[in-house]
């Protein structure tokens, strides 16, 4: 298939919802060949439908990424059906967002295991296989909140700083071999009434856009980290907030 990543061994984790599902639909037109990651079975199985209605080649991976064996598993099955690995999209995420003085420790342990532990792993893995093909594009996750303060965001915003400072020492210390790693920073993201999203709210006079950002608003510049479009660009956080940080 043509297409911005034509050809190109794409691992979306988190795609049964939100940004990975919408971030799977947009690989898919631009002629990716997926593996598509949850640990929910049924949206993941119809994320996997919608992407093969474009012609697309898609494998299905389901499991909780936070083990260490489900994201060597879920590597393995990409090298076992296609025989390489050019972009790892760790996308799967979900925190807690309570205030930090009423945040319990075991917010703080899920938190850290579904938002950093999750991507670690997922790097650790990838890189395990990229570093044999000497390439590929790693994209990280993050959020706003791992940049500046964000009322409401509490452990949330330390895990998502993690993000930031793991992509940057592996854009460092793998950059020499091929490989590159950039983080994403979405601010609050609408996905239309009935979705699963729980962020907290933020006024919309503080985005000179006007508006909060869609999932297609993430997943296109998630598009041009894995393409290379983006080949002299690695180590950066790309920031898809509608101008809210630059006020
Ligand atoms: N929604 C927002 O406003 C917002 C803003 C900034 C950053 N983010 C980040 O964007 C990423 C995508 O989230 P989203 O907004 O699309 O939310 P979402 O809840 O719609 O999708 C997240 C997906 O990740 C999966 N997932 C979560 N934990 C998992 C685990 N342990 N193993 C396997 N799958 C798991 C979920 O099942 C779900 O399908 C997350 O990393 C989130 O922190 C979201």
Redesign the pocket.
């Known amino acids: 298939m043509a297409g911005r990543l034509a050809g190109k061994v794409v691992i979306i ?10 971030a799977a639909e947009l690989f898919a037109a631009e002629g990716a060949r997926l593996v598509l ?4 079975r049924p ?2 199985e119809e994320a996997a439908e919608r992407a093969r209605t474009v012609g697309a080649e898609v494998t299905v991976h389901l ?5 260490e064996d ?1 994201n060597r598993e879920l590597v393995n099955a990409a090298v076992k059906r296609y025989g390489r690995l050019d972009v790892m999209y ?6 807690r967002f309570a205030p930090i003085h009423e945040a319990a420790l075991e917010d703080w342990h899920f938190t850290l ?3 950093l532990t ?2 670690f792993l997922g790097c650790k893995y990838a890189l395990g296989v990229m570093l044999k093909s000497g390439s590929g594009s790693i994209i990280n ?5 791992g940049l500046y303060g964000v009322v409401g965001h509490g452990v ?1 915003a330390a ?2 700083a993690g ?1 930031i400072g793991l992509t940057r020492q592996i854009a460092v210390e793998y950059g020499p071999k091929g490989i590159r790693a950039n983080a ?8 239309g009434e009935g ?5 907290h709210a933020t006024g919309l006079d503080e985005y000179p856009l006007g508006r ?2 869609t ?1 297609l608003d ?1 997943v296109r510049a998630a598009l041009f980290l894995a393409s290379d479009e983006s080949s002299f660009i690695t180590g950066q956080t790309l920031i ?1 907030d509608g101008g809210r940080s630059a006020r």
Do not use: M
């Open positions: 984790t988190g795609a049964a919802n939100g940004q990975g599902r919408a990651s949850d640990l929910d949206r993941l499991g909780d990424l936070t083990r489900v760790n996308n799967a995420g979900r925190g295991e579904n938002e999750i991507v996750t993050a959020s706003v909140s949330h895990t998502k993000v994403l920073a979405p601010s609050r993201v609408d996905f979705t699963r999203s729980q962020v909060y950002a999932p993430c898809v």
